[in-house]
């Protein structure tokens, strides 16, 4: 069974740095797929945060840029999320996603609270 696991999470003043871990088990086929982080705020909807292809490019949300880096680990089944200079309106639940066609995986989340 495949299955996707956040880590990393946690309470952080303004300004300061975590890195998030999404650990994928049950599979052979991690690095065949893109891999998205997404979040959801308290009364918000689930966004869309960063994208890594296949082949390495990647892609951020406007409010993350120069800020979030997306990253993965073929050979560990493991993506990351580098996030610095945290702002309060960062504060969500992340979770990490992967497509493989009809079939959407999902992790458990992992929250993020900035405050001061």
């Known amino acids: 069974q495949v299955q996707f696991v956040e880590s990393g999470g946690g309470l952080v003043q303004p300004g300061e740095s975590l890195r998030l871990s999404c650990a994928a088990s049950?599979?052979?086929?991690?690095?065949?797929?893109?891999l998205n982080w997404y979040r959801q705020a308290p009364g918000k909807q689930r966004e869309l945060v960063a994208t890594?292809?296949?082949?390495?490019?990647?892609n951020y949300a406007d409010s993350v840029k120069g800020r979030f880096t997306i990253s993965r680990d073929n050979v560990k089944d493991t993506a990351y999320l580098q996030m610095n200079t945290l702002k309060p309106e960062d504060t969500a639940v992340y979770y990490c996603n992967q497509r493989r066609g009809s079939l959407d995986y999902w992790g458990q989340g992992t929250l993020v609270t900035v405050s001061s």
């Open positions: 890594i292809f296949v082949d390495g490019s990647t």
């Open positions: 049950g599979t052979i086929s991690f690095n065949l797929y893109s």
